[in-house]
Each structure stands twice: as C-alpha cells, then as structure tokens.
C-alpha cells in the first residue's frame, strides 16, 4: 500500500471538499491500497514550497489555483486570463469538455506533473477599504495582487497601483492604510473574516479562479494500473460531484458576507461595458506575450464561445 | 551583542584555541563578514526605498521582497559556515563547562562528528534538489529569477559545512592521538 | 521514532551540539530510518523554513540593536532615565529597568538590550551600592521587557507561526510589557530600602534638560518606528529596517559616532548572529514539517482536547511546560515549533491568540535569563565579566517577579486584550 498526501493552502473549500470526495471516491475503488492523507491550511508549508513538493515528489498531490502553478509551467496563466471566464458556466463547459479534460490532464506531463482533478472555485473580487461603484474610484488605489501580470496589468489599466505584498503583511498593511485594497477569490474573504476589517468588495466579474490538484507523475506511475485508473475514475467523479458544492458555496459566502455587514458593489453597466472592453483588448496583448499561452488560452475561449451561442 | 558569540564561555575558539584563526582562514573570514555586513546595509537600503516607494509613490520595486529575501538566505548559510569554523553556534554546551582535557576533547569530536554526518546528509539531499528544480526550470513567481539559485545556497552552505567539519573531525582525531596535549 | 526525535536531539543539545545541529539530527535520523521520505525533504523543508518574508525582521532589529549600543544613542538614553529617576530610592535599578523599556520601544531583541546597558550601567550600579551579582542579575533580567514591548522578534515569529496578526500582537504587548517593568522595579525599591542603598542624586532640572536635549534624536525613534508602522508607512517587518536606516542617518550623520567601517562592521555582528538564529528557525521548520507529516501534532491535538481540559488549567500547563522548556532550550525555536501545535488547542478551550502569543512570548523573554541556557545570561556574561555562576544566583530574585507578572497576564487576558482585540 502506498500514502498518498494531498496538500492545499485552504481549507473548508470548495479545494478541500474535492480532496474529500476523491479520497472516498478512491476508496470505493481501491480500499486501503492507497492511504490518502488530506493536509488542508497549509499545514505542509507556504504554497510555493507545496508547488515544489509536488514536483519533487516530496508531497504525491496538490490542489491549488492555477496562478499559484503559473512559474513551473506558464500556460497556467491561460486560466486567468481577464475576460475569460465571467460565469461559472463558463468554467464548466470549457475544464469539463470531454476532449479538453483529456488534453489537461496530460498536458504538463513534461514537468512531472499530471492533473487529476480540474473545478471550479470562485470568482476574482477586489475587496477595497473605501466602496468603490465606479471605475473612477479604482484611480490611484493601491491593491494588493499576485505577482502575475494576470493581476497586476488588470488592474493597472484600472489606474490602480498593484503592489505584489507578502501575503503576511497584507492585514496590517489595509489595517494601516498602507493598503487601500487586494484581489482576492471570495471564500478567502469569508474564511479570514476580512468583514472585520472592512466591508467593501467590488465584483468586477472579469475572472473566476480554476483549481486543479496535480499529483506527482513519477509517483503515479510507481502504482499499479488498477490504482492508476481509480485515481483517474476519482479524480473525475470528485469534479464532477463537487461543482454544484463550489456554486452553492460561493453563494454562501456572500451570504456569510452580508450578513457581516458587508456590502457588494457594482459597476455601471455601461461602466462594466467599457472594462470588458478594455480588458479583451489587454487579454490579447497578454497572450501574446507567449505562443504557448496564447494556443491554450484560445482553445479554452473557443470552448466558452461555443458555449455562449447556444 | 556578538561580543557574546566571541566569548570563549560559549564556545568560540573551543578547538581552535591554538591560534588558528589568525592567518589565512581569518582572513578569509574577515572578507566574508565585510561581504555580509554590506549585504545587511543593501538588504536594509532596498527595504527603505521599497516601503518608501509603495507609501509616497504607490509604486512597489518589483521582486524587492525576494530580493530581500533570498539574499537573507544566502547570508544564513555564509553565516552557518563561518560560525561553524569558529565554533561559536548557539549551544546549550552544559556538560563541556565541567569535562576538562581528554574527556573535553572527546566531547568535541563528537560534536564535530555528529556535524560532520548531517553535513554530508543534507549536501546529498541539496544537490538531489538543486538537480531537479535546474531541470524543471522554476522561476520565481516575481523576479522570473531561476529558482536555482536560492536554492544553490543550501547546497554551498552544507558543502561549506562539511569541508570544515571534515577538518575539524581530523584535527579533532590528531589531537587525541596526540594524547590531549594542548 | 520518538527516540530519534526526542532523546537524539537532547543528548545531543546536552554534550554542547550547537542548537540547529541537535534538532536537524532528530529530522536526518527519521528521514533515515523511520519515515519513508525521499531526502530532498530535508532541503525543501529548510528552505522552507528561511524563504519568509518576515524572518527579515531578525536581521533588521538585531542590527538596529547593535548600531544602538556601537553609536551611543543607548548611552544617551540611559543618561536621560538617570536624571529623571535620580530623586527614587533604588534609582540606579528602576533606571536600568526604565532604560530597558525605553530601549524596547525601539529594539526587538532583548539580547541587543542587555548588551547596550550592560557597557553603561553596569559599573554604575556596582558603584551604587548594588552587589556585583544582583547588578548582573538585573541586567539581564531587564532585557526581557525588551521583546514585550513591541516592536518584537518574538512576536513577529509568534504571528509567522501561528498566523495571528503581528499588529495587534504589538498592541496586547504594551501593558504587559509595562507591567513587569513596574513590578521589577517595586522589587529593586524594595531591596534598596531593605539594603539601604543610597539614592544617585537629587532632582537637577539642568541636567534633565541637557539629558533630553541629548536623547532628542533616540526618543525620536520610537515615535518613529511605532508611529510609522501604525500610520500604514510601513509593515512591522519593514520598521526593523527603518530603525536600522534611522540609526545610520543619526549615528553617521548627526552624532557622528560611527565611521563607514564602523557601520559595516556592526552589518556584520548583525548578521553573523541572525544567521545563527536563523539556521534554528529553519532547523525546527524541517523538524515541524516532519512531525506535522506524520501527523503528530493532530494527534496531540486530539489527546489533549480528549482531557476536556479547562482554559485555567490549559494555561498553567502551557506555562509551566513552556517554562522548563525555557530552562534548557532556545525559546526562539520552542515558540516556532509549538505555537502552531498550541492555536487550535488554545482555540477550542476559548483562549484568545493573540493573548496565547503574548503568554508564549513573556515565557520567551524569562527564558531568555532562566539558567542554565539563555542568550541574555550569555550577553551578560561577556559585557560584566561575571562567571555563569554568579549570574545564576543574580537573575533569581527576577526570575520570581517576571513569573508573577506571568501568572497575571495570563489570568488576566483584558490586559493583553484591551489593547490588542480585533477592533
Ligand atoms: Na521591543
Ligand atoms: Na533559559
């Protein structure tokens, strides 16, 4: 029998319930003959060291945003492209295609690295200090982001600052005015009961945030062939049971959200338009930084195209 | 506060009381205090005009945290090293307050073997690593900076590490042979 | 297993392994022969430990301790306390007590304290009338409110480790960080009366006012590193950085009291001892990593959440294992590898963790004079020239009140709380 830990920066999540159902799911299938151990809240350290364990094959699986995978292989940025994916839906029929989920799981094997499990987790919101209803508002903003272009341009052409903060600093930093706000998936903000500190957040509705939990290849092939296939089997059928859950759940944490007193603005639409707008201009200068990106970016906003005509 | 870690009571200079730093090796390691020292100062200078930049000009310099940060890491190990050729780690050091002579000099040997093992241990394992994440070609998420090369320091400072525990275990065994003699 | 992980490393910390060595042995000897985990484990799991951004704050406040001490602004601040506490029976001892919260309010590393007014004061008091020991004693039991006052590496790594906002850490360690400078000096004017030993010198109002207008630029700093951090211009890490930046400007360019080699070389002392700091954070780290793998502290969670202990109980046991612990090992390390076992624990009992991280980091700053092994016993050793021994007997009488104001901290949460709560 061999253990099989599956590692996630978060916890009581949409991440989580998936590493749950998969390890039930493999069960089913396999008994005790692959021991899952779910290590949620970063208890195996920071997320770039769970991202080097799994390539290194020190931690077997890891769920985790595609942003957080995007400096081991850059065509993770494709998920986060601005304007991509506005809905859910757009999340479901693009990942869930039958031929593109092939096509993912597959496609970072030349990193060692294969993709088990692919779901949806939650939109991008901006959660701001001062309300911000108006693209007016967003000007000079200082807004803390991930250190991917992904963020930082987005919000750059927004006429905001995008400061790359330590994760650690970022509570002191919006408690001190040293921050005027960050971008952020939702349920981080109901988990870290950020309506304690203030209780704006702005749905600009220009990303959802994909997870994925990648496992170790050289680890996978070490296992038999019946366990392989189960973990395949599992992975899908985790996916597939928890999307509803990740839906309901994001709805539940604005909920949680406003019954804390929090409030949750929106643009104009004809605002909304105008950023839209801007932003598919950027999304193709961003792509095209990179061939590589751009094909993965242009098979999935096919996959969502389609999906709109219907 | 070093002043502490210089004093004999704690460690320093335990095997090495004969002299030995004076000369080369102490040369050498006054360079390497002079390269950290200014490394501190540069690591402080880029701190303030990364905070400063983020609070009059909402401007962040890029990749300023890891900079900070991987040379903090560098700095460690050129520290681990060089406090390893002086013997002046922090340690605990109860039972060598009493030992005196041969027994004090098993003691270190010890001590110098035990350092000596966990050297080579975590070179080997640095260098698995170092080897792999070359491969793999990780950058880092702000600078795109090689993950390589923050990585590289565990590998130089445990190779460091080993060489002077090497040393260290032989002068610690000529010593004995010697009878104790100091 | 548990022997490698428990009883290698303390025979090994007992023979005088360094600290890193001791614990990295526990994780080498798993990794060996316990745990099947490949060895790169160990490289991923150091690394781990030292790529944090807020580990910086070690650096930047040792530093900022040491251009202090070099450039004389500690000297001056001392100078300052005198005058103002001349008139008070005991003076020369409340002074060095004031001294070391004033130095606290700028410094978060109380070995950087104790060095500072161990060169000034400690012929002072010898001269007063205080016995050699009870001088040394108080010196380095003085260093302790150093990391109760904020700002404070304690609880920086505290906040790293446990996931608490170090803001507010800062805040809940003010009043207990005042409070043990007041009971330690009712116990220096105690003995002093008791001892009949003679006041310093009467009320000068010239000689406080040359004092202040020579501590002008050293008061200034802690308005500016507190203040700064409070009005959003920097993050608590940050601030050790601007106190070290502060100190150059002051120390080269206004009392002109440090050359350029002087600084560099104080960079260096800095560094050298926050490498060897460091190394032991990343040692427990790997340790932490380890044990987490393998599930041990769920376990331990588990078992002690199974005693349905009560939060009174759960608090003294806290204490008095940190306490021994404090004893022997290098607190710095035990609060990194138990805060994160103890927060959930504290949790379920209903103790608040912010008040959980100013309990651990009052047991950090007495076990930072608790004999045999603290750094502050160590630093007072270099600075007095008193053998480890005489120091032993001279902290005891301080050991006693900072355990007191302990127990009162810690059965009065309102006192770390009022300040530090969530809003
Ligand atoms: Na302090
Ligand atoms: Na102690």
Redesign the interface.
């Known amino acids: 029998a061999s253990t099989m830990k599956l590692a996630s920066a978060t916890i009581n999540d949409v991440q989580h319930e998936w590493q749950k159902v998969f390890a039930r799911e493999l069960a089913e299938r396999v008994g005790d003959e692959v021991k899952t151990e779910i290590y949620p809240a970063s208890q195996l350290g920071p997320i770039p060291r769970m991202a080097e364990g799994v390539l290194l094959g020190t931690i077997e699986a890891f769920t985790t945003p595609t942003s957080f995978m995007t400096n081991v292989d850059p065509r993770f940025q494709a998920f986060d492209v601005p304007g991509l994916f506005k809905t859910p839906e757009d999340v479901d029929r693009a990942i869930h295609d039958a031929d593109y989920r092939d096509h993912l799981e597959t496609m970072f094997l030349d990193k060692g690295l294969r993709v088990i499990g692919a779901i949806y987790n939650s939109p991008t919101v901006v959660f701001t200090m001062e309300p911000v209803t108006s693209l007016a508002d967003m000007q000079g903003l200082k807004i803390r982001t991930f250190a991917s272009p992904m963020q930082v341009k987005p919000m750059e052409q927004l006429g905001a600052s995008a400061l790359p903060l330590a994760l650690s600093e970022v509570v002191p930093q919006l408690e001190n005015g040293g921050l005027d706000g960050l971008l952020v998936g939702m349920p981080i903000l109901t988990a870290f009961k950020f309506y304690d500190i203030g209780k704006n957040i702005t749905d600009l509705r220009f990303a959802e945030i994909v997870s994925v939990t990648v496992v170790n290849e050289a680890w996978f092939q070490s296992q038999s062939d019946e366990v392989k296939t189960a973990i395949i089997e599992a992975g899908r059928a985790a996916e597939t049971e928890v999307f509803p859950w990740g839906v309901e759940n994001v709805e539940r944490t604005y909920k949680i959200w406003s019954d804390n007193g929090g409030t949750i603005n929106q643009l104009s639409d004809e605002e909304q338009a105008k950023m839209e707008e801007d932003f598919a201009a950027l999304a193709t200068s961003l792509v095209d930084a990179d061939p590589a990106v751009k094909a993965e970016y242009e098979k999935l906003k096919a996959l969502v195209d389609a999906g709109g005509k219907e | 506060?070093?002043?502490?870690?210089?004093?004999p009571?704690?460690?320093m200079d335990r095997a090495t009381g004969d002299g030995t730093r004076r000369g080369v090796s102490s040369g050498l390691s006054v360079a390497v205090?002079?390269v950290?020292?200014?490394?501190?100062?540069a690591?402080?200078?880029v701190?303030?005009a990364?905070?400063a930049g983020?609070?009059v000009f909402?401007?962040?310099i890029?990749?300023a945290?890891e900079l900070?940060?991987?040379a903090?890491?560098f700095?460690?190990?050129?520290?681990?090293v060089?406090?390893?050729w002086s013997a002046?780690?922090?340690?605990?050091?109860?039972?060598?307050?009493y030992a005196r002579g041969r027994t004090e000099q098993l003691?270190f040997l010890?001590?110098d073997l035990?350092?000596l093992?966990?050297a080579l241990?975590?070179t080997?394992?640095?260098l698995?690593?170092?080897t792999?994440?070359n491969r793999?070609a990780?950058?880092?998420?702000?600078l795109?900076l090689p993950?390589t090369i923050?990585?590289s320091a565990?590998l130089f400072g445990f190779a460091g590490l080993s060489l002077i525990a090497l040393i260290r275990v032989g002068r610690g065994i000529l010593r004995l042979i010697a009878g104790g003699a100091r | 297993m548990t022997a490698a992980l428990a009883l290698v490393p303390m025979a090994l910390l007992a023979i005088g392994t360094p600290v890193f060595l001791a614990l990295l042995a526990g994780v080498v000897l798993a990794l060996m022969f316990f745990v099947p985990m490949q060895p790169l484990v160990l490289h991923q799991t150091l690394f781990g430990g030292l790529d944090n951004y807020a580990l910086l704050a070690v650096p930047f406040f040792i530093f900022a301790g040491e251009l202090l001490s070099t450039s004389g602004i500690a000297a001056r601040l001392v100078r300052l306390v005198l005058a103002l506490t001349g008139r008070v029976p005991g003076s020369l001892g409340v002074a060095t007590v004031g001294a070391s919260a004033m130095m606290g309010a700028i410094s978060g590393s109380s070995a950087a304290a104790v060095a500072a007014l161990g060169k000034t004061l400690f012929p002072k008091l010898t001269a007063g009338g205080y016995g050699r020991e009870r001088a040394g004693g108080l010196i380095a039991a003085s260093g302790a409110i150093d990391i109760v006052i904020p700002p404070s590496i304690a609880m920086i790594l505290y906040g790293l480790a446990a996931e608490q906002s170090i803001s507010r850490l800062f805040l809940a360690g003010i009043l207990p960080g005042l409070l043990i400078a007041a009971l330690m000096s009712v116990l220096i004017v105690y003995i002093a009366v008791r001892q009949g030993i003679p006041r310093s010198g009467g009320f000068d109002f010239r000689e406080i006012r040359d004092a202040a207008l020579g501590a002008f630029w050293a008061l200034l700093m802690p308005v500016v590193v507190l203040g700064g951090i409070y009005q959003g211009w920097f993050s608590p890490t940050e601030a050790g950085g601007f106190a070290c930046f502060y100190a150059i400007i002051v120390a080269r360019f206004i009392y002109r009291s440090m050359s350029f080699a002087d600084i560099v070389r104080a960079g260096a002392n800095a560094a050298m001892l926050s490498a060897q700091i460091l190394i032991i954070v990343a040692a427990a780290g790997a340790l932490t990593w380890l044990l987490t793998a393998q599930g041990v502290p769920q376990a331990l969670v588990a078992w002690i959440q199974a005693l349905e202990m009560d939060q009174f109980t759960f608090l003294l046991c806290v204490n008095a294992v940190l306490l021994l612990i404090g004893c022997v090992l290098d607190p710095t390390s035990a609060i990194l590898v138990l805060a994160p076992l103890l927060v959930p624990i504290a949790v379920s009992v209903g103790v608040d963790p912010i008040h959980l991280g100013v309990i651990m980091t009052v047991n950090l700053a007495i076990g930072m004079f608790t004999p045999p092994f603290g750094l502050n016993i160590f630093v007072a050793q270099s600075v007095t020239g008193l053998s480890a021994h005489e120091l032993y007997r001279g902290v005891l009488p301080f050991v006693g009140v900072q355990i007191i104001a302990l127990l009162i901290i810690t059965y009065m949460p309102g006192l770390s709380l009022t300040l530090g709560a969530a809003n």
């Open positions: 506060m070093t002043d502490m870690a210089r004093d009571e704690i460690g205090e002079w950290v020292g200014l490394a501190l100062i690591i402080v200078l701190n303030v990364n905070a983020r609070y909402g401007r962040a890029a990749g945290d900070m940060v991987f903090m890491v700095i460690v190990m050129a520290g681990m060089t406090a390893a002046s780690h922090i340690a605990i050091n109860l039972l060598p307050s003691l010890v001590q035990v350092a093992c966990i241990f975590a080997y394992a640095s698995g690593y170092v792999t994440i793999l990780t950058k880092s998420m702000a795109g993950m923050p990585h565990l």
